[in-house]
């Protein structure tokens, strides 16, 4: 996987292994529930507060492959880029779909 920044991650070493979460799924070019999708997430990140990042990460993957910098302008579009604990996540739709998270994602 790569994130917003373009630096290459593992999901299982990077992201998973011992963390505490929350994913969705969507992509930088949404027209639809997506933006009310992040806005629930940033509320959520701000009740969290100083938790976020340490122990707890926002992921949101992109099911569309989107490009590292499609990714981090829709970031900084909705005031989520550099803060505390997320990534805005992108490979093939091949590794998405297979990865364990999405087992069930046709």
Do not use: H
């Not at 949101?60 to 990714?71: C, H, K, Y």
């Amino acid at each position: 996987l790569y994130d917003q920044d373009g630096k290459a991650v593992y999901f299982q070493d990077d992201l998973v292994e011992g963390r505490v979460f929350a994913a969705t799924f969507q992509y930088a070019k949404c027209k639809g529930i997506c933006k009310n999708m992040t806005e629930k997430m940033s509320a959520a990140s701000d009740i969290l507060g100083n938790v976020m990042g340490n122990p707890v990460r926002f992921y949101i993957f992109s099911l569309a492959e989107d490009t590292p910098a499609e990714m981090k302008q829709y970031m900084i579009d909705r005031g989520i880029y550099g803060r505390p604990g997320w990534k805005f996540l992108t490979a093939s739709r091949d590794v998405i779909t297979t990865s364990p998270l999405c087992s069930t994602v046709p």
